[in-house]
């Protein structure tokens, strides 16, 4: 069985550093905002999960 948690590493669309992050994606498909670790701008991460547990985050600005 695959964990529920998952590591992910992302380019932040404000100040292009890349960053690791966890992902919860016990809770399925989400949209939620979380702050850049290096620039503190607000990201919105659209998590989609897949029925077989695997999973594709997108990441944009909050004036994408």
Do not use: N
Not at 23 to 50: K, M, N, R
């Amino acid at each position: 069985m695959k964990s529920m948690w998952d590591f992910v590493e992302i380019m932040c669309p404000y100040c292009g550093e890349f960053q690791q992050t966890d992902v919860d994606i016990s809770a399925g498909s989400q949209d939620y905002w979380q702050d850049c670790q290096v620039c503190c701008c607000p990201i919105l991460f659209e998590l989609t999960v897949d029925g077989e547990q695997g999973f594709r985050v997108i990441v944009k600005r909050d004036d994408d």
